[in-house]
T-cell receptor
Framework: NAGVTQTPKFRILKIGQSMTLQCTQD?????MYWYRQDPGMGLKLIYY???????DKGEVPNGYNVSRSTTEDFPLRLELAAPSQTSVYFC??????????FGSGTRLTVV | ELKVEQNPLFLSMQEGKNYTIYCNYS?????LYWYRQDPGKSLESLFV?????AVKQEGRLMASLDTKARLSTLHITAAVHDLSATYFC?????????????FGKGTRLSVIA
C-alpha cells in the first residue's frame, strides 16, 4: 500500500523560481489537503479539495495554487518563490468524516 | 474561527514518570484526533475520539475527550525514551461537514533517563 506519496522529498529553490509539489494517493479518498509546517507553529492549511474539480483556500493560500483533475492527484504550485515559503509541506488525504493519512513531506528551502 | 491550544508546548520528563498533555479548542466539535511526529518524519495517527467521554488507550498513552469542556487530554504513564516525539491534537467541526482539521502547535516531549 503506497498511501500518500509526495515528491520531491527535498528541494532548494532560488527566489522567484517556480515549482510544483506532487501528491498522489491510492486510497480513493475524496478529500485531500496541503499543509505547511513551520518550526513551533503546528500545521497551517494552504488549500484543500473535497473531490475532483473542487478546491478551496485554507488559512495561508497566498503564493500557492492547486488543481484537482483526478481523485488521485493534488499538486501544489508555487509561483515566484519567496524566502517566507521555506517550510515543510505535507499532503494528506481522508475519506469523509475520518482522520488523515499524511505523506512523508517535502522540505523546501528558498534562497 | 476554530482555535486549538495545546499545553505545555515543551515537556521534559524523566523515565518512569506520569504526565498529561492538554488540548483545548474554542468551538463545538465532536471529533478530535491525536497525532505523533518523530523528528524529520511525517505525522502518524494515534487516536480518534468521536464522542463525549470517549477514552482510547494504546500502550502507555491514553486519550480522552470532554466535549462539554472542549478539552482533550493525552496521559502518559511511566514514560519511556521511545515516547520522545512531538504530539499534535487536531479538531474538525463536523457539524459543518468534513471541514479540514485545525491543528494545535504541538507538544514536544523529551523523555530523559
Amino acid at each position: 500500500n503506497a498511501g500518500v506519496t509526495q515528491t520531491p522529498k527535498f528541494r532548494i529553490l532560488k527566489i522567484g523560481q517556480s515549482m510544483t509539489l506532487q501528491c498522489t494517493q491510492d486510497m480513493n479518498h475524496n478529500y485531500m489537503y496541503w499543509y505547511r509546517q513551520d518550526p513551533g507553529m503546528g500545521l497551517k492549511l494552504i488549500y484543500y479539495s473535497v473531490g475532483a474539480g473542487i478546491t478551496d483556500k485554507g488559512e495561508v493560500p497566498n503564493g500557492y495554487n492547486v488543481s484537482r483533475s483526478t481523485t488521485e492527484d493534488f499538486p501544489l504550485r508555487l509561483e515566484l518563490a519567496a524566502p517566507s515559503q521555506t517550510s515543510v509541506y505535507f499532503c494528506a488525504s481522508s475519506p469523509v468524516g475520518s482522520g488523515y493519512t499524511f505523506g512523508s513531506g517535502t522540505r523546501l528551502t528558498v534562497v | 474561527e476554530l482555535k486549538v491550544e495545546q499545553n505545555p508546548l515543551f515537556l521534559s520528563m524523566q523515565e518512569g514518570k506520569n504526565y498529561t498533555i492538554y488540548c483545548n479548542y474554542s468551538t463545538t466539535s465532536d471529533r478530535l484526533y491525536w497525532y505523533r511526529q518523530d523528528p524529520g518524519k511525517s505525522l502518524e495517527s494515534l487516536f480518534v475520539l468521536l464522542s463525549n467521554g470517549a477514552v482510547k488507550q494504546e500502550g502507555r498513552l491514553m486519550a480522552s475527550l470532554d466535549t462539554k469542556a472542549r478539552l482533550s487530554t493525552l496521559h502518559i504513564t511511566a514514560a519511556v525514551h521511545d515516547l520522545s516525539a512531538t504530539y499534535f491534537c487536531a479538531v474538525d467541526t463536523v457539524n459543518s461537514g468534513n471541514t479540514p482539521l485545525v491543528f494545535g502547535k504541538g507538544t514536544r516531549l523529551s523523555v530523559i533517563a
